[in-house]
């Protein structure tokens, strides 16, 4: 390894760029315009990489192993393994318990004393591992940075080494036994176990990270304490009070929602979900299968984002790659986004705090890379970043490509996910905490904005995420002026910030600023195609069937097109979708998925939800390499990134419950296939509990409960009363509504009307 001090992320020579960037887009010259925007580039973000493994030999005198099964129970967060070996029945349980805070292992046999096994670690980081008091441990240091992978896949990591050990953080894990019968010797610096009838196994980790603004210099936090207290505590507890516990705090979060479809298909659960997939692929009907993905995308979501400062990442928790695709962190682009987009609709609102806190982190540095990129107010985020807030547009100072490094609409993006959070919980003391952030987007993005020819206020240098235009025949351009995703992020982040000031009763002179920036705003435009133009001009593209739909950002998570609101503009996103196709890489299909349901069309929504469970398998031509998921359900870019399967979940839910208008729509895009079904405990914006049951693609009952109170607006495709209210809906444009004055803590039932 060799050592390259980690800079600053400030790029001194950034901010003279920019106005020769202006000149020539003005001019249209988009490859001077290109090789320009490349010069406002700093360092790479940082890599995530995995700790260490644990390893277990198990000694069974040369017999082999069978009736083997492996299984995960969703609903306690347990992974059991259970085998046969020479008549003895052994079982593996596995429970990762945040009350805990460590992870605990249970061997097992129906007969005693059959339990001899070794225990090892390794780690692919610099390491050394002891014994110490009948403990294993491994202690390491992990270097301080590491070239991203995408710069080449074919080439060996380039990885640095600090000396002053400012971002090479230390790390520690300790695996602590408790036996029952037997005795505990070591090998070397193995732990060896033989003859017990029963063996606990305490894991704990931590590491010396010492906060986003600060460097350690070799001291941080103590990683020994950190890891070593928690498995103190738990290991002088009985086991059965561990899992007490661990299932006690994991349902309180995953018990809220139940999904059930198509209740009088042959149920398939008894079957391994490999195979389940297989028999998916060829046509069989599994609707307990596509009921399990939802449900699988909460759980990940549960066991992911339950750490300060760190929200779930590309993979979420699980890479167990040196050198992670695309170094496992934060895209802002779309992917940390979708990973998010569940956690309020799916009633895992106590979820979003990694997130919360990683938006006020990158706010503070965004802030200076705004001021030294720019020469703006507020803050910026680009398309990357890391546990340490990086900000700048990444590219080792000019070796990243402008089509994904340099995009400017990361912190007007992530302060959607502030609003949406006090929407959904109607949390005002919450919104006046953050509304300093969102102002701060706001901000940078009145700096940020030009006057175009015409009058209107536009973004340049701009990029549609990751794609390209044609021009003049056949050129192609990444850097342009005022793509339709740029227009669309700030046109929602003005409008949700003028609702804020508004709710809190403040600021009005900055509202009134918001207020006429926002009229003059680029309008959307639809193409020669009746698509929703990508474009400041209604270009080719270069890929037509990109796996990014960045401009129709407006119409899903944002709520400015709409079939109810903009229908013209409606068609024009459909007509983009079907340019774009149905493929896709899996978190592609995702987002496709909840955009045919804002579309309200159902069946178009589950045929993309049915793309994404193709099962995919990297090493097996039969099952190419495709947008689909992994045999264990791990959403398949490919390779694995956990936002397909986030973004999947939501995709359910919005076909089953959208409240982006100020009201509950019931069944707004419900597929064709799923004929019968009931999901409950689901989240409506304005903080209503929503449990709905159908029959034969209707409603047949709903039940609204009003967590806060307020006025309550509720849609659907039939008519329908309002039970011990006796409110009666009345017909609109789409479908039928009523309006009523909902009280905190009452329940209202939903009924057809007949």
């Not at 380039?158 to 602590?176: Q, S």
């Not at 700048?392 to 402008?402: I, L, S």
């Not at 401009?551 to 903009?566: E, R, V």
């Amino acid at each position: 390894m060799e050592w390259r001090h980690v800079q600053k992320n400030v790029n001194p020579d950034a901010f003279k760029n920019l106005a020769l960037i202006r000149e020539a887009l003005t001019k249209e010259d988009f490859e001077k315009a290109y090789k320009l925007t490349k010069n406002m580039q700093g360092a790479y973000s940082e890599s995530f990489m995995p700790l260490g493994d644990l390893i277990l030999k198990q000694d069974f005198g040369g017999k082999k192993p069978d009736s083997y099964n492996r299984s995960l129970d969703l609903q306690t967060g347990l992974a059991v393994t259970n085998f046969n070996v020479d008549g003895v029945n052994y079982k593996r349980e596995i429970l990762a318990s945040a009350p805990a805070q460590c992870v605990v292992i249970k061997l097992s046999a129906d007969q005693v004393k059959k339990l001899s096994i070794t225990i090892d670690v390794a780690s692919l980081l610099r390491s050394e591992k002891s014994i110490n008091d009948k403990s294993l441990v491994l202690k390491g240091k992990a270097p301080s940075h590491a070239d991203p992978n995408y710069i080449d896949y074919n080439k060996e990591p380039i990885i640095y080494e600090d000396p002053t050990g400012c971002r090479g953080m230390r790390f520690e894990l300790i695996i602590k036994p408790i036996v029952k019968d037997g005795e505990i010797t070591s090998e070397g610096n193995n732990l060896v176990i033989k003859n017990a009838s029963e063996i606990l196994l305490f894991v704990s980790a931590a590491t010396s990270f010492n906060g986003f603004d600060k460097c350690p210099n070799s001291q941080g936090k103590d990683e020994h304490q950190l890891a070593e207290n928690p498995i103190k505590k738990a290991s002088v507890k009985k086991y059965n009070n561990l899992i007490k516990e661990h299932i006690t705090d994991f349902q309180k979060l995953f018990n809220r929602v139940s999904l059930q479809l198509n209740e009088n298909e042959t149920s398939k659960s008894n079957l391994p979900t490999d195979v389940r997939l297989e028999q998916y692929a060829k046509g069989e009907k599994d609707a307990g299968l596509e009921a399990l993905f939802f449900q699988f995308g909460r759980y990940l979501l549960i066991s992911s984002s339950r750490t300060h400062n760190a929200p779930a990442n590309l993979q979420g928790i699980w890479n167990n790659k040196l050198r992670a695709p695309w170094s496992s962190n934060y895209t802002t682009n779309i992917n940390l986004q979708m990973n998010y987009w569940p956690v309020e609709s799916g009633n895992l609102s106590e979820l979003f705090f990694p997130l919360d806190e990683f938006i006020q982190n990158v706010a503070v540095t965004g802030t200076e890379t705004a001021k030294s990129y720019y020469h703006a107010n507020g803050w910026v985020l680009h398309h990357n970043s890391d546990i340490w807030a990086t900000t700048n547009p990444v590219g080792d100072f000019g070796k990243g490509d402008p089509m994904w490094a340099n995009w400017y609409m990361g912190a007007n993006w992530l302060s959607r996910h502030l609003w949406e959070h006090y929407e959904y919980t109607g949390d005002i003391a919450y919104l006046k905490k953050v509304y300093p952030i969102m102002k701060g987007a706001v901000e940078f993005s009145l700096d940020w904005l030009q006057k175009d020819k015409n009058g209107y206020l536009v973004t340049m240098p701009s990029t549609s995420p990751e794609n390209k235009y044609l021009y003049d025949g056949k050129k192609e351009g990444i850097v342009t002026t005022a793509s339709t995703m740029d227009i669309g992020i700030i046109k929602d982040l003005f409008e949700n910030t003028i609702e804020a000031s508004k709710i809190l009763n403040s600021d009005a002179d900055f509202r009134q600023v918001v207020s006429e920036a926002e009229r003059q705003l680029l309008p959307f435009k639809i193409g020669s195609k009746g698509q929703l133009q990508e474009w400041y001009k209604d270009f080719e593209d270069e890929d037509p069937h990109h796996r990014h739909t960045s401009h129709l950002y407006a119409l899903h998570p944002a709520n400015l097109i709409s079939p109810l609101k903009t229908p013209e503009l409606a068609d024009a996103a459909k007509k983009t979708l079907e340019l774009r196709g149905d493929d896709g890489t899996g978190w592609s299909l995702a987002w496709k998925v909840n955009m045919w349901a804002r579309l309200l069309d159902g069946s178009h929504a589950y045929k993309l939800f049915k793309n994404q469970l193709r099962l995919t398998k990297d090493n097996d031509p039969k099952y190419k390499r495709q947008g689909g998921c992994y045999p264990n359900l791990f959403d398949a870019h490919p390779p694995f990134q956990i936002d397909g399967n986030f973004a999947g979940t939501a995709g359910v839910i919005e076909m089953l419950l959208q409240s982006q208008n100020k009201e509950i729509h019931l069944l707004p895009a419900l597929p064709d296939a799923w004929t019968d079904g009931e999901i409950k405990g689901i989240k409506a914006k304005g903080n209503f509990s929503v449990d709905i049951k159908w029959n034969n693609g209707k409603m047949s009952q709903a039940k609204i409960l009003a967590n806060k109170g307020g006025t309550c607006t509720i849609r659907s495709a039939e008519p329908f009363i309002v039970e011990k209210l006796n409110v009666k809906s009345e017909i609109s444009s789409i479908g039928y509504t009523a309006t009523f004055d909902a009280k905190k803590g009452t329940a209202y039932n939903v009924k057809p009307l007949k």
